[in-house]
């Protein structure tokens, strides 16, 4: 994988720079790297990485925390100099069919683990090596990450990039979300405080 294209990229939260990384420049879903005004790599970089979640982040969706999670990552890092980084692993990496899938099993009375264990799939298959790389190539080696999960927390301490701290980032349940939110904190050891 390597950076493929940039761009700065204006926005309601502040001038972001989009950096693309992919295999090849015709990769149609490349992951992102959205890096702030005032990132500044010598110092822990507030940095969110943000699983890629259509229903959420681009369509509102309340069954999840996703899209709110998302809005509230790109204030702080604009604020800051932070960096969020949008990898292309929809539902924890199971893909937007099999997530719409998982959903229709939910609504039957699984939960969110359940019902991707039901599919064939692992409770989360999301995979972290494309961040770490991403990190490291914006020369970042030092991170306060935003976050309530702490695999993410624990993906970054077995790599070459330091977790100086962590940024909750909690948002109230909805009607809709609150036991997919408990079944992420109960089963997944998600850090909500609920």
């Known amino acids: 994988?390597?950076?493929?294209?940039?761009?700065?990229i204006?926005?309601?939260?502040?001038?972001?720079?989009?950096?693309?990384?992919?295999?090849?420049?015709?990769?149609?879903?490349?992951?992102?790297?959205?890096?702030?005004?005032?990132?500044?790599?010598?110092?822990?970089?507030p940095v969110r990485i943000h699983s890629e979640c259509m229903t959420g982040d681009v369509f509102g969706s309340r069954r999840c925390d996703c899209g709110e999670q998302l809005d509230a990552s790109l204030?702080?890092?604009?604020?800051?100099?932070?960096v969020v980084i949008y990898l292309r692993q929809e539902g924890r990496g199971i893909g937007l069919i099999n997530k719409l899938k998982a959903y229709n099993?939910?609504?039957?009375?699984?939960?969110t683990a359940e019902a991707n264990t039901h599919l064939g799939f692992d409770v989360d298959a999301r995979q972290y090596d494309a961040a770490i790389f991403?990190?490291?190539?914006?020369?970042?080696?030092?991170?306060?990450?935003?976050?309530?999960?702490?695999?993410?927390?624990?993906?970054?301490?077995?790599?070459?990039?330091?977790?100086?701290?962590?940024?909750?980032?909690?948002?109230?349940?909805?009607?809709?979300?609150?036991?997919?939110?408990?079944?992420?904190?109960?089963?997944?050891?998600h850090l909500l405080g609920l």
């Open 75 to 82: 204030h702080i890092a604009a604020r800051s100099g932070g």
């Open 1 to 8: 994988m390597q950076r493929q294209a940039a761009a700065p």
């Open 134 to 189: 991403i990190l490291q190539d914006l020369g970042i080696s030092e991170v306060e990450l935003i976050t309530n999960n702490p695999a993410k927390v624990e993906a970054l301490r077995r790599s070459p990039v330091r977790v100086a701290g962590r940024i909750p980032i909690v948002i109230e349940p909805h009607d809709e979300s609150r036991n997919y939110l408990k079944t992420k904190q109960e089963l997944m050891g």
């Open 10 to 45: 204006p926005t309601r939260y502040g001038q972001f720079t989009m950096m693309a990384y992919a295999e090849k420049p015709t990769e149609r879903m490349p992951h992102i790297a959205f890096v702030a005004e005032g990132f500044d790599p010598s110092r822990p970089v």
């Open 105 to 111: 099993l939910q609504d039957l009375g699984l939960n």
